[in-house]
């Protein structure tokens, strides 16, 4: 169901979509939902549409933090998850430990005798088979014959009651999604909770404050399987799309009447870090982007908000917009989503959100799971106790070893691309925000030094070819560059200022084109991810349609100097 560009280039479910299927006479609506932390809001803003989670689990590495993310939400509401244990095929496989691993997450996060006793099946998804009970062959086509889904949908057939039927009363539906089409308008997905919904029929978007608006409904649309059928009427217990109310918003009431009582609000966590988000001032501003303006850029977070209820925008700014989110990797597909459409905009960079609790001054705190080779672990564990992040668990097996942090957002932040770097890309990194906690104090982070361009022009081959000793260049020859460009980082940490566009000049003895081949070592080209990690607090990250760039806030070195002063 992962349709979307980014989804499909980064292997990740980022939006909430669902679906519906028919099993022996009934329709079974499915919503599959982002299993990463930073996208937590669009798990919470559908639970309470759901009747029944189908948690799944991988059979060799276990549950992750996105895995407890996702079971503690549902456990709260009361649901009854049925648990999946999904790759058993796979050479690691221990379906037994993951089992009695995902019992003891239960009962760590509190769950009921009932909730605990959940049913389990077995899975290989990817050739689209289940079991009630543990194969013991699935690698022959003999272990694999006859094998379906059947035991999965009779299952939750069994074990999920029927939606109640109160199609006798007042309409009441929630909208847990939207959409835009360019014909029909807002769309807005619901659950309706009550009543019955029709073609043509005049309702109300009711939010918690009280404030209503009313439309006429011109579409309803169910689903089923990967397209839309148009409906004349739907009623209690469906998941529908709805058009006609331009006004509607996730969590709102859709009713008959003004009159009637809104359902619960939806509720998501709070943000953990923030940005601001600028118009891009950079020499090269306009060259590649269609919208540049603070007006533009406020208008796209405004309908960002409208669809993304885990994300808060303060405009009371009119020069510059205060953006927070869960994580950088939420942060980071926004900016992806607005290059793409042609928006130009710089960044800050990404500050944890300090708060006052009961009087006490307190940060968010994430947990991390690693997953990598033993040779790593020393490294890992010396690297994340300098950031103030201890660790609470270490498992050893077979070479890999599977440790568990705790510590400060504030010290974790920046730290994946080093850690891709110190295990060469052999290891796996998974957080989770657990909370509010007291400040950590003082944490000693080793700021990257930058190369600052102190000329606008094309960066030369000579040129980046003797800086390449001093650090990590982030551009290729021929690239285009101005002066308070970051063009690389120094390996000692240190500031420096330099001039990429210097060719070799010409002598008595030699022309230019008699020296010998110029070797450079491969571009650590930017991303938005990379740039949000080790940019620093005096530094932009500039983002157009075409490029990513680092820059410092002040492009000439009096200007810098200049604020040094101050």
């Not at 503690?72 to 691993?101: C, F, H, M, Q, R």
Request: proline letters at 5%; charged letters at 25%; a negative charge.
């Amino acid at each position: 169901m992962d349709t979307y560009a980014l989804e499909k280039e980064r292997g990740i479910t980022i939006y909430a979509k669902n679906t519906a299927t028919f099993w022996k006479g009934t329709k079974i609506n499915i919503i599959d939902t982002p299993g990463h932390a930073d996208f937590g809001s669009e798990v919470e803003r559908v639970l309470r549409s759901i009747d029944c989670v189908l948690l799944v689990v991988d059979a060799q590495e276990g549950p992750m933090p996105q895995t407890r993310f996702v079971l503690k939400k549902s456990l709260e509401l009361g649901l009854k998850p049925i648990v999946i244990i999904n790759k058993i095929d796979k050479p690691a496989a221990d379906p037994d430990k993951t089992e009695a691993e995902v019992l003891g997450l239960f009962l760590e996060l509190g769950a009921s005798d009932e909730q605990a006793n959940f049913p389990v099946i077995y899975a290989i998804s990817k050739l689209g088979v289940a079991w009630n009970k543990l194969p013991t062959n699935t690698t022959s086509p003999e272990g694999l014959r006859g094998a379906s889904l059947d035991a999965l949908l009779d299952l939750v057939l069994e074990h999920v009651k029927p939606s109640p039927s109160h199609v006798n009363v007042a309409l009441r539906a929630q909208p847990f999604n939207l959409a835009y089409d360019n014909y029909l308008g807002r769309q807005a997905v619901a659950r309706i909770y009550e009543g019955v919904i029709k073609m043509g029929q005049t309702v109300y978007a009711k939010n918690v404050a009280g404030k209503s608006s009313s439309g006429k409904v011109t579409k309803i649309f169910s689903f089923r399987g990967m397209g839309r059928i148009e409906e004349a009427e739907a009623q209690a217990g469906d998941i529908v799309m709805i058009a006609g109310l331009p006004d509607v918003y996730i969590g709102d009431t859709i009713c008959e009447s003004p009159d009637q009582e809104v359902l619960p609000a939806i509720s998501v966590d709070e943000p953990t870090i923030e940005v601001y988000f600028l118009p891009n001032s950079s020499p090269f501003a306009g060259r590649e982007g269609k919208f540049l303006t603070t007006r533009q850029i406020r208008e796209r977070l405004e309908r960002e908000l409208e669809v993304n209820v885990g994300m808060r925008v303060d405009f009371s700014d009119n020069e510059k917009f205060k953006v927070s989110a869960r994580g950088e990797l939420s942060l980071a597909i926004l900016l992806e989503n607005m290059r793409r459409e042609g928006y130009e905009v710089a960044v800050s960079q990404p500050r944890v959100i300090i708060r006052d609790i009961g009087g006490i001054k307190s940060e968010p705190f994430e947990e991390l799971t690693i997953d990598a080779p033993s040779e790593f672990q020393g490294i890992i564990i010396e690297k994340l106790g300098k950031r103030a992040t201890m660790m609470t668990d270490l498992k050893v097996h077979n070479g890999h070893a599977r440790m568990m942090f705790e510590g400060p957002t504030r010290g974790i932040l920046g730290y994946r691309g080093a850690f891709v770097i110190d295990t060469k890309g052999n290891g796996i990194l998974s957080s989770r925000v657990v909370g509010f906690k007291p400040y950590a104090g003082e944490i000693e982070r080793k700021q990257v030094g930058s190369m600052i361009s102190m000329a606008t022009g094309k960066a030369l081959a000579f040129a980046l070819w003797n800086l390449q000793e001093r650090g990590v260049i982030y551009i290729e020859p021929s690239t285009d560059i101005y002066e308070g460009q970051v063009i690389g980082n120094t390996s000692k940490g240190d500031e420096m200022t330099v001039n990429p566009t210097k060719g070799k000049e010409l002598s008595n003895m030699r022309s230019k084109g008699s020296d010998e081949a110029l070797y450079l070592n491969p571009a650590w080209k930017l991303t938005i991810e990379r740039g949000l990690e080790v940019m620093g607090g005096d530094e932009y990250l500039e983002i157009t349609p075409g490029s990513v760039r680092l820059r410092k806030i002040e492009l000439t070195e009096i200007e810098r100097a200049r604020v040094r002063r101050k």
